[in-house]
């Protein structure tokens, strides 16, 4: 046999039950990273895979009795809307679930080989061996990949997702007052390799929710 998925694997073909099985099992898996994927964390994928229509309401382009002008949303519907809709609370659902699981597991160090520059020229200086990255979390809300992105980054870049942003925030110590979590603010002002915080991509984003931008402020 060969050697059984990894969890994002699992996650990525929407095996949710044992997806859940493996963090049981194996609960540091949780801060397990892929090289081909900026080594981010399974959390970090599941922001940038979440799609923007379950924050979408559901008088979706419809014009109210109140006000005849009301211009409907203009964001553009994929295909299979409930699809969508499904897929997205499945992620929201595990998302909260690997989140507690991290506070509940304690610290872990987490280590990440060390950056490729891209410069084949570049030599090691004798007796000098080039170190990886090396953390510890005690929770995976504030691990970041190689671009300098915490899972808030990942999520304030692509889709925005209302439902998504409420669980990671409902995860702070200022809602669960857990003293593993991160604190809201820590996790808004966090800055990336190139300076940028959440907030930066949520306004740059023209996918955002004004609900999604609230939450944030």
Known sequence: EGDPESLLELVCMKNWA?????VEQEPESLYSSSGRHNHRLVIHELCKLVSFPATLPENLGELSDDDEDEVPDQRPLPACLDCVVDDNKHIGEFTNFMIQKSHALGPVRVSFPPQNSGDENEEVQDGQEEEGRSEVH???????????????HVLCE???DTNLLRVLLSNTRDHNHNPSAPTALSLITAKDSRGSTPLHYLTYSRLCPMASLSLLM
Do not use: F, N
């Not at 044992?18 to 493996?22: N, T, Y």
């Not at 970041?144 to 899972?151: E, F, N, R, V, Y």
């Open 138 to 152: 005690e929770s995976i809300l504030t691990v970041t990949d190689s671009l300098g992105k915490t899972p808030l």
């Open 158 to 160: 692509h889709s925005v």
């Open 18 to 22: 044992q997806a859940r099985e493996r």
